[in-house]
T-cell receptor, first 122, second 113 residues
């Protein structure tokens, strides 16, 4: 079964450094997401991305964060200047579009998640 | 606002016991509802979903029914196994203007032989 893959599985970075988290969504999916889970807390939405632009972002997703789909397969999350409170598990997800339709009836399609990248800021 | 409330864990059961994990939601409109499971060291996996009132989602012996009148989506399984030990997350997605998932806090299930 196709799956979302994330690399690295664990990233340790000094505070103030830039970090890029990488994701390879399922190949025929068109909608991409980042979520994060601070230890012991809820899974929180960060951003959604469709057609090469951000479609929605949360209050957490400030100017320090950016997303990019640099080629046909990767989807990245960049944090420009990391802070201690950025330490969390970051999950990438992707969602498909129902084939053969002229509009997005895929809103009922579920999001498929990767195994996450644990980001530790020192 | 939109939110999901789950029962606090951990839930500790013996093998073959009956499982219920409560989930209630607050949302405008008619959200879709999901249960995700996170096994130790792994990511979130979709367990089951329901997209409209009275729908029942089921998978791997787990079931949940979308109850609009009580705004609930409780997860049940008739006979749990040790391999069901994991964290279970209830989530909703509003039906318009957004497709982000809003998660509950998660409920840890521990099943002992």
């Amino acid at each position: 079964e196709p799956e979302v893959t994330q690399t690295p599985s664990h990233q340790v970075t000094q505070m103030g450094q830039e970090v890029i988290l990488r994701c390879v969504p399922i190949s025929n999916h068109l909608y991409f997401y980042w979520y994060r889970q601070i230890l012991g807390q809820k899974v929180e939405f960060l951003v959604s991305f469709y057609n090469n632009e951000i479609s929605e972002k949360s209050e957490i997703f400030d100017d320090q964060f950016s997303v990019e789909r640099p080629d046909g397969s990767n989807f990245t999350l960049k944090i420009r200047s990391t802070k201690l409170e950025d330490s969390a598990m970051y999950f990438c997800a992707s969602r498909g579009l129902t084939a053969g339709t002229a509009y997005d009836s895929g809103s009922n399609q579920p999001q498929h998640f990767g195994d996450g990248t644990r980001l530790s800021i020192l | 606002g939109n939110s999901v409330t789950q029962m606090e864990g951990p839930v500790t059961l013996s093998e073959e016991a009956f499982l219920t994990i409560n989930c209630t939601y607050t949302a405008t409109g008619y959200p879709s509802l999901f249960w995700y499971v996170q096994y130790p060291g792994e990511g979130l996996q979709l367990l089951l979903k329901a997209t409209k009132a009275d729908d029942k989602g089921s998978n791997k012996g787990f079931e949940a029914t979308y109850r609009k009148e009580t705004t609930s989506f409780h997860l049940e399984k008739g006979s749990v196994q040790v391999s069901d030990s994991a964290v279970y997350f209830c989530a909703l997605r509003r039906s318009y203007n957004t497709d982000k998932l809003i998660f509950g806090t998660g409920t840890r299930l521990q099943v002992f032989p």
